[in-house]
């Protein structure tokens, strides 16, 4: 896919005010110092479209950004570590929540995990949390040019191995680096495969 326009559309914290067109939505999320700004970024070869900041927790909105006329990427808070106080975290991870189990648009989700650590458990929850609401979702490894090519297998086997403790099977997964452009061919085939596929599933 080669992505020819993206657009910001808007940001909200209320589920009921998203874009009410019925487009495909893919959505991205993780902890909040994952690195998810750089890489949607990336994958959208524009500079700043989501904007990137030392801090991490930045994102505390629902950011719908429109790709190509036809998509929705959609840029969520992450969960986890995020400089706000108890108050404002409980509000922007309720509509996460909302998010999740409200929006009939969503295609996918994408959880980011930083490949330079071993699992996470507020990872692994997460995952799980997905996976009880009957949510599908990729996972997209960044960072993967902080680390040798046997170090990302690794770190990746050990992955594996945590997730089937409670899964049949290994998720869907990617290695992405925002700054080297590394899986993002992936990603966009990957999505562009999953719209093809509802194009001929509404036919």
């Not at 990336?42 to 950004?65: D, Y």
């Not at 071993?118 to 993967?144: H, R």
Request: hydrophobic share 35%; with cysteine.
């Amino acid at each position: 896919m080669h992505i020819k326009s993206a657009e910001f559309v808007m940001s909200n914290s209320d589920v009921a005010k998203c874009p009410k067109s019925r487009l495909p939505e893919y959505a991205f999320i993780g902890r909040s110092n994952v690195g998810k700004s750089s890489l949607i970024n990336m994958l959208t070869s524009r500079k700043s479209l989501a904007k990137t900041s030392g801090r991490p927790g930045k994102t505390q909105l629902i950011n719908h950004f429109l790709i190509n006329k036809n998509w929705h990427l959609v840029d969520l808070p992450g969960y986890g570590y995020a400089r706000v106080s108890k108050s404002s975290k409980k509000v922007f991870q309720k509509f996460i929540t909302q998010y999740f189990g409200l929006r009939e648009q969503l295609v996918t989700a994408f959880v980011l995990v930083d490949i330079r650590h071993k699992p996470q458990p507020i990872d692994l929850e997460f995952m799980q949390l997905l996976g009880e609401n009957g949510v599908p979702f990729s996972i997209i490894f960044t960072k993967a040019d902080k680390l040798k090519p046997k170090a990302i297998e690794n770190h990746v086997e050990d992955y594996k191995s945590s997730l089937l403790e409670t899964w049949e099977n290994m998720p869907n997964y990617f290695i992405t680096s925002s700054s080297k452009d590394i899986g993002k061919d992936d990603v966009l085939n990957y999505i562009d495969e999953l719209n093809e596929n509802m194009e001929l599933d509404s036919n």
